[in-house]
């Protein structure tokens, strides 16, 4: 059983940083595509960035220059740094696992709220 669990969100204010993590169980972490998505209220969830096992970052226009993600492939974990964060940040942030074979597996969320 694979479990994805996010922590690190909470109340910033706009121009403020904050940092996610990631942990994965299961064995799938290091050959699996990783991903941050988001999801506000009343909208649809939205890829902010991904990582694939060996590959190069890829992030949502949105949060191009602000967002950085990486992945520790030794610890099961990855990270989404985040910077000059904007109230437009706000939102459920949930981290996705993308194994070659079967299904995704998804987090819990964490909630990250940007306001003054």
């Known amino acids: 059983q694979v479990q994805l669990v996010e922590s690190g969100g909470g109340l910033v204010q706009p121009g403020g940083s904050l940092r996610l993590s990631c942990a994965a169980s299961?064995?799938?972490?290091?050959?699996?595509?990783m991903g941050w998505y988001r999801q506000a209220p009343g909208q649809q969830r939205e890829l902010v960035a991904t990582?694939?096992?060996?590959?190069?970052?890829i992030y949502a226009d949105s949060v191009k220059g602000r967002f950085t993600m990486s992945r520790d492939n030794a610890k099961n974990t990855v990270f989404l740094q985040m910077n000059s964060l904007k109230p437009e940040d706000t939102a459920v942030y949930y981290c996705k696992a993308s194994p070659p074979f079967g299904s995704p597996y998804w987090g819990q969320g964490t909630q990250v709220t940007v306001s003054s």
């Open positions: 299961g064995r799938i972490f290091s050959f699996s595509a």
């Open positions: 990582i694939p096992p060996g590959g190069i970052t």
